[in-house]
């Protein structure tokens, strides 16, 4: 397996970086602020964890990302990578130290992209539900693999702007975006070790979710043939490859729960 998602631990200085505010579409309080850059004929896109003007940097799903990442290489699901950063950022005018998350861009030449939802607006039939519009534009697999996904990881996010058709009209193409953004996922939203211990892994929380009800459990109902969506198993040895070179990113408590809260809904989801 080709070994993604890496975290570089030596502070870069990335002061050069102009962020765009991008208000979060879940719900949750905060800024999530998101840039790109170009180098050596490379374009990369940029996020940051959820920014408040007055405590400065406040959230970790950067962190979330690189992992998400590393699960789906695991698990042999086609995703966007992403490298996590050790970096000094300067925010209106003033300098925070803190990770963050960049990944290249998915398009290849000649492809435009649209929102999901807005591409279902334009071409559904009357009264065809979203799940059924996928499966007739056959991305069936894509999207039974997504809501197994977003059960593991307990995605709150997966509105029809994280979901995406690219297409190249001289081509004649047209193919659904590998899956990409699940920073608002996991611990997201707990802020410190206490939070992270009182958290149940379990617990079926009210989620954002274009193609199905705010569920991620429910969900899983619409999946046929939920025993060939992962291509590999889930293993207890695979914990040390999820969270590599984390150690003074995020605090043991907060990796082993991610730990416990990924594994047990693995096994549940196994179970079903």
Known sequence: MKEYSQVITEKQDMTFLKWSHIRSSSGTAGTFLKTESVLGGVKKYYKLSNFDPVNGIVGHECVNELIVDRLLNILG????????????????????STYICASE?????????????????????????????????GWQDYIDIMLAVDYLILNRDRHGANIEVLRDPR???????????????????????????????LEDRPCQNFLGSRSVFDNLSLIKNKRDVFKNELKREHKELLFKDLDTVISETFRDKIWEMIFKRYETYEDL
């Open 105 to 137: 861009d998915f398009k290849k030449p000649g492809e435009s992209k649209a929102a999901l939802d807005d591409f279902y607006a334009v071409n559904a039939a009357k009264g065809e539900g979203r799940y059924d519009f996928c499966v007739r534009m």
């Open 171 to 201: 081509k004649k193409s047209l193919r659904i975006a590998p899956l990409f953004d699940h920073g608002v996922s996991l611990l997201f939203n707990c802020k410190n070790d206490d939070e992270a211990r009182k958290f149940d892994v």
């Open 77 to 96: 699901v086609e995703h966007i990578h992403y490298e996590l950063i050790n970096a000094l950022v300067e925010i209106e005018g003033k300098e925070y």
